[in-house]
């Protein structure tokens, strides 16, 4: 059984005058935070506070670099070269970094529609894992576990996490269910707490058709944004800690 295991939360979403989540509390909960930066969410007054804020309370900062799509909150698929992949990466990488002490991040998490489309594209995968290598080859890689981004972490020695959902159905071949479909998202929160600790003491996940998915869950994401956030995270701390799992980030 898996005795330690991290609880990481997309934040810093927020930009002008629109405000998603509350991040000043998830941040007393999650071991990480994925910073969004300024494409898909996210602005530098965002960002700065936020870093300043996970810096303050120990929680290790990511970068959430996403899709250029501020309307569609980068969940909308767009069909970028990899070329054009990597060097959007790198500049939303290096615009985090600016505000983060000794210019350092812990790892990196590609959001929405970039997160799925590097979850099956081999390519594209590659792309960012050579962008982060060229910036900072210790950051560690979160991506959906068994994915394309994981075997591109591997083929690039780059370290990684292999991330699963709290509150999101999976399909038999491992994918997230998309949102705009019926049920990809879970409500329930004592179901959302019981597949979690099934798939970190058992290593599995039950799919929506009912069968089941081997995975190695190294980093369980819960989104910010979700209506029960502060309530979900505090009670799933709760019980992974009475489960004898220890909530800790990841280490290379």
């Known amino acids: 059984m898996i005795k330690k295991v991290d609880l990481n939360s997309d934040l810093g979403e927020s930009f002008g005058r629109y405000h998603l989540g509350d991040d000043p509390a998830i941040l007393t909960i999650v071991s990480s935070a994925n910073i969004a930066c300024g494409f898909h969410a996210g602005d530098p007054v965002t960002m700065a506070n936020t870093v ?4 303050q309370l120990g929680v290790e900062i990511g970068a959430h670099p996403g899709l250029p799509d501020r309307v569609g909150f980068g969940r909308r698929v767009m069909m970028l ?3 054009e992949a990597k060097a959007d990466l790198k500049y939303q990488l290096g615009a985090l ?3 983060t002490k000794n210019n350092k991040v812990h790892h990196i998490k590609p959001h929405g529609a970039l997160y799925n489309q590097a979850a099956t594209d081999l390519t594209l995968a590659v792309a960012l894992c050579e962008g982060v290598k060229e910036v900072d080859s210790e950051i560690i890689i979160y991506g959906l576990a068994n994915s394309a981004l994981i075997e591109a972490a591997k083929l690039l020695s780059l370290s990684y996490a ?5 509150d999101r159905h999976y399909n038999r071949d491992g994918s997230l269910v998309p949102r705009r479909e019926a049920g990809a998202l879970i409500n329930d929160e004592q179901v959302i ?4 600790i099934t798939m970190v003491k058992e290593r599995r996940v039950q799919a929506i058709d009912g069968s089941w998915l081997a ?3 190294d980093t369980i994401c819960l989104h ?3 209506p029960k956030a502060i309530k979900l995270a505090s009670r799933l701390a709760g019980a992974l800690t009475n489960a004898g ?3 800790a980030p990841i280490r290379n």
């Open 245 to 247: 799992i220890t909530i």
């Open 81 to 83: 070269s990899p070329e």
């Open 97 to 99: 970094m600016a505000f």
């Open 224 to 226: 910010g944004d979700h």
């Open 215 to 217: 995975l190695h869950p």
């Open 162 to 166: 292999q991330e699963v959902f709290a």
């Open 193 to 196: 707490i019981d597949r979690v």
């Open 52 to 55: 300043r804020l996970a810096e």
